[in-house]
């Protein structure tokens, strides 16, 4: 009977189809691990009372806090070069039975420096009445540049905070329950190159026109003798007041002179 041989490569193929189907478990949660994950889109129910512990907000998140009057509320978001922010408030007051008179709210932007970035278009500061309901405010900020000089408080890119406060009400309102509601929207734009260009000139180019020079006359012009004994004769300008006062305190220094002496030359005569 013969002998069965085998091929040398059959080892390698069976290895090889071992090794295929140990990897098909896997391949369950290399697929798993590639779905995206869920954007940070939530909606911000918290704000910071200060600078340092302000909330931090992406544009385009929605934010929905609730505080009590009289409370400073802190938000910040990130600005990058060539954008323009614009900031949406709206604020749901306490019914009017337990309101005593109108109320004043105020938004402020700050940039990094803790400098007051003020507001190009909207209503930063809005007063409501007795009975309203709701207060909105909005601000436009300017938009954010590459670069600024030292002493100007250009935006420039970096952290920037919101600050919502009420800056008029009564006393007796301090503490009731309201509902902020903010939004921030970033619109992007062209950063401004460093290098760029004036379009048309600050001043208007003027043309007055050509002008002719004037011809010289010899014969008005003055000799250099003529000018140089003119010159000489304006410097004395005799006589003048100054000399008379000159002359006339020379003449009273001697005479004050003279007479001092006189009375001083023999002093012992007086006595003797």
């Known amino acids: 009977m013969r002998g069965i041989t085998r091929h040398p490569l059959a080892g390698l193929t069976g290895l090889a189809g071992l090794a295929f189907l140990a990897c098909l478990p896997m391949a369950g949660p290399a697929v798993a691990d590639d779905t995206p994950s869920p954007s940070p889109s939530a909606t911000v129910g918290t704000a910071g009372t200060s600078f340092l512990t302000a909330t931090a907000v992406d544009p385009g998140q929605q934010v929905r806090v609730s505080a009590s009057t009289g409370d400073y509320l802190y938000w910040s978001f990130d600005a990058a ?28 932007v700050f940039d990094g420096l803790r400098r007051r970035q003020p507001c190009t278009a909207g209503s930063q500061t809005a007063t409501a009445a007795a009975g309203a309901a709701t207060l909105a405010l909005h601000c436009l900020l300017r938009q954010v540049r590459t670069w600024a000089d030292p002493w100007s408080d250009e935006p420039l890119p970096g952290t920037y905070y919101v600050r919502l406060s009420a800056t008029g009400l009564p006393d007796q309102d301090l503490g009731l329950p309201v509902q902020t509601d903010l939004s921030i929207t970033a619109k992007k734009g062209d950063a401004q190159p460093d290098n760029a260009r004036l379009k048309a000139p600050l001043s208007p180019e003027t043309d007055a026109g050509s002008t002719t020079a004037p011809q010289a006359d010899s014969s008005a012009a003055p000799s250099a003798e003529a000018e140089r004994t003119g010159h000489f004769w304006n410097r004395i300008s005799w006589p003048s007041t100054r000399w008379w006062w000159t002359i006339g305190g020379g003449l009273l220094a001697a005479l004050a002179g003279v007479g001092g002496y006189r009375l001083t030359r023999h002093p012992r005569r007086w006595f003797s």
């Open 81 to 108: 070069a060539g954008e323009t922010d614009r900031l949406a408030i709206t604020i749901t007051l306490p019914t009017g039975a337990s309101r005593h008179g109108p109320a004043t709210w105020t938004v402020d």
